[in-house]
């Protein structure tokens, strides 16, 4: 006779591999200016559920991390998401709570090409604190400012 502990065992193991076979993964949305001196990757588990958002601008990053490698929250990062394919919206805002370092993005959903999926490309802005480092004279990191940067964004995503 098998016992409590074996049959939730035998349990939890096949919830697990109905979940793996019934598809999930992470979404990619990749941009960079038309100079690519600007590169932001954001990553979202089946592009809803937002882990991550990295700004590149000049070999040097800022990141955002929202969640770890088990899908676990991170403390230390207040984010904004709002994700509504069919009204072509895409929002991310970031704030880094220790250091104030902070990331805005949003789509344009005038320039979407095609359907929403994989292979989407679409134009955005972004703005925020800008990841190059800053001046010694000047305390405080810089501000990317009034000067919004337009990006060229790719979808890519694949259960």
Request: proline share 4%; net charge neutral.
């Amino acid at each position: 006779m098998l016992s409590f502990k074996k049959v939730a065992a035998l349990f939890s193991a096949s919830v697990v591999c109905v979940s793996a076979w019934a598809g999930s993964g992470p979404g990619y949305i990749n941009c960079a200016s038309d100079s690519k001196r600007t590169k932001v990757e954001i990553v979202a588990m089946d592009l809803s559920q937002l882990n991550s958002v990295k700004l590149t601008i000049d070999d040097s990053s800022l990141s955002y991390v929202l969640r770890g490698e088990q899908e676990e929250e991170l403390p230390g990062v207040a984010v904004s998401w709002i994700y509504k394919p069919s009204d072509k919206v895409i929002v991310v805002s970031a704030v880094d709570q220790k250091t104030g370092n902070d990331f805005q993005f949003w789509a344009l959903p005038a320039t979407q090409s095609g359907k929403w999926g994989n292979g989407t490309n679409f134009k955005a802005k972004i703005n925020g604190t800008d990841p190059r480092p800053f001046d010694e004279n000047n305390k405080n990191q810089k501000r990317l400012g009034e000067n919004e940067i337009v990006v060229n964004c790719k979808v890519k995503y694949e259960i």
